[in-house]
């Protein structure tokens, strides 16, 4: 790893003073993200894409920002009571769910977990014998859980729950996939308050569409990933929201901006 600088530059806040160097280890670690409002938990995404849109490049979402972004990405873990994740990421790519260590000990002193645990939602539970070797089933540092739907064959869950993750089966909405106010609803009565998705993209549409996403943090790398056909972080249509900038941040080195870090509020398109 890189070593990393050691602040990152305010540009825009809309209530704190900037510009203003802010310590790398401060940038997200304070936030004070809202709560539950019963039905659903907060939901705060957390996505990365080249300036040129893309959300994967050559396979991964990993390759596209830098040990900075890796750094801010486990950063925002130390709010969420678990992480979710599309089955799409988990097959693609892997699901390794961490937090800083330093923040891994804050989380213990407020009696939760070292690190959040791991949600994958999977309408199928249908995983081919490849994904059984990812970290996912292997890590032990991070609790896990499949959610799927009545859809799924008997022997696809008892594969999964025999590599050591446990299965829960809600309902599926109309099209066959995991129904997500149905999802929100199950989350909420694990007491999960603080829900951060971190992807992939078409985990994104179907939540965005149902209304059930509050904030965007969205990482765009200067460079340019020149595939017009890779996933955008959403991969198909959602217009029922504007964005409303919260914070940005940059990351500066020699005197070169390397790096843009934002911070939206979604707002349903008629407030
Ligand atoms: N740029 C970034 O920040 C970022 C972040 C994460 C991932 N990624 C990249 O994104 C790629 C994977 O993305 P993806 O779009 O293929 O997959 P995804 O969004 O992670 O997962 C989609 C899958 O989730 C399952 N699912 C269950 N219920 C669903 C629902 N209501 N709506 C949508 N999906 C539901 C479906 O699988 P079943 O058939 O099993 O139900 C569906 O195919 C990977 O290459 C990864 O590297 C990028």
Known sequence: MAQLPDWLLLVFHEREPY???????????????????GDRPFVYL????????????????????????????RQL????????????????????????????????????????????????????????????FARTDYAKLIVTTPRAQRRDVERVVDAGVPVEVIPAGEDGSVD????????????????????????NVALARDGAMDELFLTTALRLGGDPEAPRIFVEPVTNYSLQLISEFRFEEHDKVRELYFRFRFLPKNR
């Open 19 to 37: 510009p203003r160097r802010v310590p790398l280890e401060d940038a997200y670690a304070n936030l004070e993200l809202p709560s539950s409002d």
């Open 180 to 203: 997500i106010p149905s999802l929100m609803k199950f989350l909420a009565g694990r007491g999960v308050r603080r829900l951060l998705c971190e992807g992939g993209p078409t985990l």
């Open 77 to 136: 873990r130390v709010h969420a009571d678990a992480v979710l994740y599309g089955a799409g990421t988990l097959r693609k790519d892997d699901v390794i769910v961490t937090t800083h260590p330093p923040l891994q000990e804050r989380r213990k002193q407020q009696g939760r977990s070292p690190n959040p645990p791991a949600i994958v939602v999977s309408a199928t539970c249908e995983f081919a014998p490849e994904v059984f070797k990812k970290k996912f």
């Open 46 to 73: 957390n996505m990365v894409q080249t300036l040129d849109g893309q959300a994967v490049l050559e396979g991964t979402a990993f390759k596209i920002g830098t040990d900075v972004d890796h750094y801010l990405l």
